[in-house]
């Protein structure tokens, strides 16, 4: 499986960006879907999850806030940020596992390259 994220970029505070990942290779081993982010000097941290049933899971951090979706006719993950704040700015990376637990857990088994999203006070 591959993924590839799109549309980080830089903001001020309150604004929205939409990232996309879309997956590619052996997608029928796809279950769960998940966005995790690392900013500088910080662990990786889950955001939302969305399994192929649909069910979301956010950190407390996101809810409210973070709208993850998927489109499965694209292969593709959204995750929606609105009102975004100096602390969200990291590196987002999607990610996915055939098992819902890796996924969760931080440590899916394939991970996309990463998309910088900065957020100015």
């Known amino acids: 499986v591959q993924l590839v994220e799109s549309g980080g970029g830089s903001v001020q505070a309150g604004g929205s960006l939409r990232l996309s990942c879309v997956a590619s290779?052996?997608?029928?081993?796809?279950?769960?879907m998940g966005w995790y982010r690392q900013a500088p000097g910080k662990q990786r941290e889950l955001v939302a999850v969305i399994t192929r049933g649909d069910s979301t899971v956010y950190a407390d951090s996101a809810k409210g806030r973070f709208t993850i979706s998927r489109d499965y006719t694209k292969n593709t993950v959204y995750l929606q940020m609105n009102s975004l704040k100096p602390e969200d700015t990291a590196v987002y990376y999607c990610a996915t596992d055939a098992a819902y637990s890796s996924l969760v857990s931080g440590r899916p088994h394939y991970w996309g390259q990463g998309t910088q999203v900065t957020v100015s006070s």
């Open positions: 290779g052996s997608i029928f081993s796809i279950n769960a």
